[in-house]
């Protein structure tokens, strides 16, 4: 059953304004128990049909409480007889001095009125389903747009949660670096190139620095994401320059010298890039493609 095709068919206006004939009424009654969706949309349009009559009712003049009972406690009398308006009179020849005829058997209401009062009437209900009908498209139209907005905010989120993440990452490197004393003026010195590692393959989790001193030739590391490696192996840094693949050393990776600069091997060729690789404990005849776990450029 396509429940959207049936909710905007209008079936539903004419339920809730009791419309419908006895067995459409009760086929309603089962899809609004069978599909809750169906029945989100009928309490909606009841509670708006409240509203409405909540909103444009209209008080009756106090002396018309006083007048219909009057009406009812006198409705077989010439008396009561006069208070009703003509068109609801049974003899509208009777005289109040006359004395009262006997009702007749059936009232017969006057077909031409009649007719008019059921089609201003039909009218109104046309009007009425259409008013909902169009609101109710409006609605659905309203959710679409609102779900639509809803998923581009949730991605506005996440992007800014990651800037944020990377800014607080930045920030936490430097304030790590400059508690490492001796060694502060190393992130600022123009002799000492910097670059940042990445994850390289199905390695791509973890983070670290690594600098080079152009004068001094020493490799300096700082880790600040790189998990500890497993207990039969290490982490291994190498420079790849144009002529050779030279060993930089084995870093320690803990959790106690996480952001704590450490120096590392000297190397003679200009690094090119470097790699860091996860190897088994004293293997170092280089790098294997399946082992490099982070490497980084030099610009």
Known sequence: M?????????????YVYGLLPDEEHSEVEAIVLRYPEVRLVV??????????????????????????LDMIHNESTPEGEALLPEELRLNTHMVSNQKAAPPPAAFTAIPGKKKARDRIWKYLAAACILILVISASI?????????DYKGRYQRLIAAQQKIDADKSLESNQTASFRETEGDESLMNDPAVIWVKTSGYGHHNAGAASLGWDKKSREVYFI??????????????????????LQDAGMPEINRSNTGKLQHMRRVIENPKAF????????DSTGPDDAEIFQTAKFK
Do not use: C, M
């Open 2 to 14: 396509d429940i959207n095709r049936y909710i905007s068919s209008g079936v539903l206006e004419s």
């Open 139 to 147: 609605n659905l139209f309203l959710l679409k747009d609102s779900t």
């Open 43 to 68: 309490n909606n349009l009841q509670q708006q049909l409240e509203d409405f009559v909540h909103n444009y009712a209209v008080t009756p003049p106090p002396a018309l409480k006083a007048q219909l």
């Open 275 to 282: 790699v860091i690789t996860l190897e088994p404990k004293g």
């Open 223 to 244: 880790n600040w994401q790189l998990p500890e490696p497993p207990e039969n192996k290490q982490f291994h840094i190498w420079s790849v320059s144009d002529h050779q």
